[in-house]
């Protein structure tokens, strides 16, 4: 069974910073793409960035510049650095792993920026 945990969520003033985790435990042989979504209220969920196991990295055009992907292989986790936040950015963050064949979710959390 595998786990995803994340940390990081909150409230930040626009302009702010925050720094999202993810990190997987559990029966993990390798995990081949590790990515964040977001849903804000009302909105279907997307992507906001991946990273492969080589590193390659794809942003959605909204963050592209301010937020910045990455991983820890040896932890079995990724980061997702986020300056320069607007409040078009609040929404509920998402991890999610391909590991094997499968992808697993973390359990969301929420991010807020007040203006």
């Known amino acids: 069974q595998v786990q995803l945990v994340e940390s990081g969520g909150g409230l930040v003033q626009a302009g702010g910073s925050l720094r999202l985790s993810c990190a997987a435990s559990?029966?993990?042989?390798?995990?081949?793409?590790m990515g964040w979504y977001r849903q804000a209220s009302g909105e279907s969920r997307e992507l906001v960035a991946a990273?492969?196991?080589?590193?390659?990295?794809n942003y959605a055009d909204s963050v592209k510049g301010r937020f910045t992907i990455s991983r820890d292989n040896a932890k079995n986790t990724a980061y997702l650095q986020m300056n320069s936040l607007k409040p078009e950015d609040t929404a509920v963050y998402y991890c999610?792993?391909?590991?094997?064949?499968?992808?697993?979710w973390g359990q969301g959390m929420q991010v807020t920026v007040s203006s």
């Open positions: 559990g029966s993990i042989f390798s995990i081949s793409i």
């Open positions: 990273i492969t196991s080589g590193g390659t990295t």
């Open positions: 999610n792993m391909k590991i094997g064949i499968r992808h697993y």
